[in-house]
């Protein structure tokens, strides 16, 4: 193959990706993926099917009409195949194999940022089950064959509603945002993942107390709100000795649906008005609406979840994440400077 056909292919990759980016679109590197991958596969069909056997004859036809037998370099020069279309079709198992994987089976993820921590670190590199819920095709996130639902607890990768990425601390901007979105687009999925914790499912009533960020969950009865005879959880607190990777942040075992670590900052406090609002609604606690999730992160008090900008839809849910496989050692936007090899191949709780 020539390095200018490489270079080419590189520029064109490019700015497919960067135009479909442009678009904004949900789920871009599979887009951009099965184009790879159908391309790929014409050209291996073709060859597969067409080019080569043509070849083959050809070859047949000139041997037998010369009574010899052609080398390598002779045969090279009958029908040629191109360096570049050749190379590309021989792509496609590869391609193919991934594309499956990464839609249908497993995805892998990085995570960014502290939202997780203490149960994720900056530098967790996750697998993510995409099976778990269902099969979703991997453009359009809708669903194939029906799975479990998401449960309480789960630690999940979801596309990101369009209210979530407004940068402003204002509750209420983002709600008639998100209420603007309702009206205008069947969808709210952006191209940006997230990965939280749910707390909430929908008919729930999740109330987070402000003073002193604890949380109890009014469960939902039959998927709608309970207003008699309700079943309540109440979340339980034990503080864990300092833990060194977090000097300025207390850390908690939570008991709730599930029991893992949380963090919490002594010095952040809570004002009504930055909370996502609900019509009638305390500005701490919110009724998860059917079909939606209500989603925080472990580092309670630096996520930006559904607190501040409300709800994720069911169908933005990419997966649950099962384990860590590798973790470097390193800070948001920084270089890794090591291996946390404690932490490969853990389960995430």
């Not at 995409?130 to 809708?142: H, L, R, W």
């Not at 900052?265 to 009504?272: L, T």
């Not at 630096?302 to 590798?326: C, L, Q, T």
């Amino acid at each position: 193959m020539s390095n200018l056909f490489f270079v080419i292919l590189l520029a064109v990759g490019f700015g497919i990706w960067k135009g479909l980016d442009f678009l904004q679109l949900p789920n871009t590197f599979s887009i951009l993926l099965l184009i790879l991958t159908v391309l790929s596969g014409v050209l291996w069909c073709y060859h597969r099917f067409v080019a080569v056997p043509k070849r083959n004859r050809q070859i047949a036809r000139v041997e037998q009409r010369t009574g010899q037998a052609l080398s390598d370099e002779e045969k090279a020069k009958i029908e040629p195949i191109s360096e570049g279309s050749e190379f590309l079709s021989s792509l496609f198992p590869v391609l193919a194999v991934v594309f499956l994987v990464r839609s249908f089976l497993f995805e892998p993820f990085q995570i960014p940022s502290g939202s997780m921590e203490s149960t994720l670190r900056v530098g967790d590199f996750l697998v993510v089950n995409k099976y778990a819920y269902g099969v979703k095709d991997p453009i359009f996130q809708n669903t194939i064959i029906a799975g479990d639902k998401p449960q309480r607890g789960d630690v999940i990768v979801f596309k990101a509603p369009h209210q979530a990425l407004m940068r402003t601390g204002l509750g209420a901007s983002r709600a008639a945002y998100a209420e603007n979105l309702a009206l205008t687009s069947k969808d709210n999925m952006s191209g940006v993942d997230y990965i939280k914790r749910i707390v909430g499912q929908g008919g729930d009533r999740v109330i987070f107390d402000m003073d002193k960020k604890t949380l109890q969950i009014v469960y939902a009865k039959d998927g709608k709100p309970c207003d008699l005879n309700c079943e309540i959880r109440v979340f339980e607190y034990t503080q864990n000795p300092t833990n060194p990777a977090f000097p300025n942040e207390l850390e908690f075992t939570e008991q709730g649906d599930v029991t893992h670590n949380i963090l919490i900052s002594p010095y952040r406090r809570y004002s009504g008005p930055e909370f996502f609002p609900q019509d009638s609604n305390p500005t701490a606690e919110w009724v998860v609406p059917e079909g939606q999730y209500f989603v925080m992160g472990d580092n309670r008090d630096h996520s930006d979840d559904s607190r501040f900008w409300g709800f994720v839809p069911e169908k933005n849910i990419v997966g649950k994440a099962v384990y860590i496989w590798m973790s470097l050692d390193k800070a948001p936007n920084e270089w890794p400077t090591g291996f946390r090899f404690e932490r490969f191949f853990t389960t995430i709780k």
